[in-house]
Nanobody, 127 residues
């Protein structure tokens, strides 16, 4: 079992930055690929970014590429999402997910692949 707790959300003006954190506890964090998803009101939860358990492989949704950066610190059992140049359309609840992986190079971009989820953190970007 893995418990995930997101933090760092808030309200920011367009063009601003936020850094989300997802702290994991329970089983060995370093064997889990991690991902960030988001869900806006009335919409499906969508993929944002993913990272392999080694940290060597990452992948981003086209809508955030060049603006968001996913990273992890296995010593701190934490994954981060640095969000720059925020836009109003980035407004959503952001969730982190964990997926047990058997290779340090694997990451996952679809919601059903993930085993565990956090409770989410709200990000609101005003124009």
């Amino acid at each position: 079992q893995v418990q995930l707790v997101e933090s760092g959300g808030g309200s920011v003006q367009a063009g601003g930055s936020l850094r989300l954190s997802c702290a994991a506890s329970g089983r060995t964090f370093s064997s889990y690929a991690m991902g960030w998803f988001r869900q806006a009101p009335g919409k499906e939860r969508e993929f944002v970014a993913a990272i392999s358990w080694s940290g060597g492989s990452t992948h981003y949704a086209d809508s955030v590429k060049g603006r968001f950066t996913i990273s992890r610190d296995n010593a701190k059992n934490t994954v981060y999402l640095q969000m720059n140049s925020l836009k109003p359309e980035d407004t959503a609840v952001y969730y982190c997910g964990a997926k047990e992986a058997y290779s340090g190079s694997y990451y996952y971009t679809t919601k059903p692949m993930y085993d565990y989820w956090g409770q989410g953190t709200q990000v609101t970007v005003s124009s």
